[in-house]
């Protein structure tokens, strides 16, 4: 399986290509909206928002499954078993996929028109049903790659995916789509769909040529099921309340007196502000990538010290970051939308978005923590409740509030779902919620932004804000000399852990 680095090594290896990954996806949702104009935007959002559902449909669970089932494995010291994993994963991935597939193709006229309302995407459904398979196998060697450790080989597989699917799909753009939003959709599931099938020979390829030992056939379906079965009810059932928010809030919106243009309003918030606003959550995805393989190693091999450990570092982190990188968004808010897009509004709802980027991040954290220490039931639960919540919310405040309906909708129940998933973090760890540091940090971070508000020039008052909040934190003692030592001691020395 290679040899193991600690967590920390990996985690700047994922960071640095997360980054790489997400400058370069926002740049490319720049051009498009540049291409296609925010209208055209909002019908790409629509066209995604129903081949995302199919995606979490078809996959069922089956990536972090994978990685889950792989990890245990690996913590029992039982590689040979890794070969049975894998096959009884590639199997259920193959089943799951190819139904949806069919129910894709077969349903794709009633979608089309009834769901997308443009009765001439129908052969865009159908074109994504051919990528189901495709996409869902390479969930699953995703997932293997991760537990294996074999994250450089991950890293630069995907690097040249997301290359290869955005030189495709500016490809088709220019020489075929032009300005028309209809066929704009259908370049990007066309280029994103080939460099899928790109990825997945090169992850075949990869894993055929590792020296992997192969022991005795074990049983692994029950232990599949029970692994992925609760996280495919979870992600299918925010995949399509998310979904349903998505071709519902259009026509809510339509009943508004004060949004002119419904789809471009939409297009705005989902198109423009989310892909700055968690642009910063690049850093942070190769740790939470991480903890989900490694939290279920821990388990098994009866680690609660390291647990304990883990958990609280990795909110800490997700905290700071958050609270550093919302601070910067809000004060440059209206600068990045102008220099970005050249829309103002964009720029009123990123501020507004922004203060909800420490929760987001912690919540991205905390989720990938609950997975990796086999929670995933409870994560059921709690997607239930909130997604619930968000529906009936949305259906009554859009033809009121319009956007700012959109808005506190989004801020409560996000709340909610982090409250109860950190609420069981703590439980399960034994960690306490450190609210000092909360209080504090939260403090510094509001002191720093109405002093640097004062500034005019962008570039003087995000420096500002950035000098002003580290400041603050030592001046608070939320960043003490041990968590300079620490910080050290990782760059310094391949043995320390995060």
């Not at 051919?130 to 630069?156: D, E, H, K, Q």
């Not at 909110?315 to 004060?331: D, E, P, Q």
């Not at 950190?422 to 450190?434: D, F």
Request: charged share 15%; with cysteine.
């Amino acid at each position: 399986m290679g040899k193991k680095l600690p967590i920390f090594y990996n985690a700047l290896l994922l960071t640095g290509v997360n980054l790489v990954l997400r400058f370069v996806s926002t740049g490319f949702q720049v051009y498009l909206s540049g291409k296609i104009g925010a209208t055209g935007i909002g019908l790409l959002q629509l066209v995604l928002s129903v081949g995302g559902l199919a995606m979490t449909a078809a996959i069922a669970g089956i990536r972090t499954a994978t990685m889950y089932l792989t990890a245990e494995e690996l913590g029992k010291k039982r590689p040979e078993n890794v070969r049975w994993v894998l096959s009884g994963c590639i199997k259920y991935s193959l089943i799951c996929s190819g139904f949806v597939a069919l129910i894709l193709y077969f349903g794709a006229h009633l979608i089309a028109t009834q769901w997308i309302g443009e009765p001439e995407t129908v052969n865009i459904v159908r074109m994504y049903s051919f990528f189901l398979p495709v996409n869902c196998l390479c969930g699953v060697m995703v997932g293997y790659f991760m537990a294996a450790n074999r994250i450089g080989t991950l890293s630069a597989v995907e690097i040249l995916e997301q290359f290869c699917s955005i030189g495709l799909t500016v490809g088709l753009l220019r020489f075929w789509a032009g300005g028309d939003a209809v066929r704009a959709c259908a370049s990007v599931v066309l280029g994103s769909g080939m460099s899928a099938c790109f990825t997945l020979l090169c992850l075949l390829y990869l894993q055929k040529t590792e020296n992997t030992v192969s022991g005795n056939r074990i049983p692994i379906r029950n232990r599949l099921l029970k692994t992925a079965v609760p996280l495919a009810l979870a992600d299918d059932l925010k995949s399509g309340i998310s979904t349903t928010e998505n071709l519902m809030v259009p026509k809510r919106l339509a009943m508004c007196n004060k949004v002119g243009n419904p789809l471009a309003a939409f297009g705005v918030v989902c198109g423009m502000v989310f892909p700055i606003l968690m642009f910063p959550m690049a850093v942070l995805f190769g740790l939470a990538e991480l903890l989900i393989p490694e939290l279920a190693r821990c388990s098994a091999a009866g680690s609660r010290q390291r647990i304990h450990y883990l958990a609280q570092r990795s909110l800490r982190i997700a905290l700071l970051y958050g609270l550093l990188f919302g601070g910067i968004l809000f004060v440059l808010g209206d600068d990045l939308c102008i220099a970005l897009y050249k829309n103002r509004d964009a720029g009123v709802h990123l501020r507004r978005f922004a203060i909800l980027a420490p929760m987001l991040y912690c919540d991205a954290i905390t989720d990938a923590m609950i997975k990796g220490l086999g929670q995933q039931t409870a994560s059921v639960r709690y997607n239930i409740i909130t997604s619930g919540l968000d529906v009936l919310f949305l259906f009554f405040l859009l033809p009121q509030y319009g956007m700012e309906g959109y808005y506190y909708s989004f801020l409560i129940t996000h709340i909610i779902n982090f409250i109860l998933s950190v609420r069981r973090l703590l439980r399960i760890t034994g960690n306490l919620m450190p609210v000092a540091t909360v209080l504090h940090s939260a403090l510094a971070a509001v002191i720093s932004v109405f002093l640097s508000e004062v500034l005019i020039n962008p570039v003087l008052r995000g420096g500002a804000y950035i000098l002003l909040f580290g400041s603050l934190l030592s001046l608070f003692k939320v960043l003490s000399i041990e968590d300079i030592r620490w910080i050290k001691n990782l760059i310094r020395k391949k043995g320390s852990q995060l």
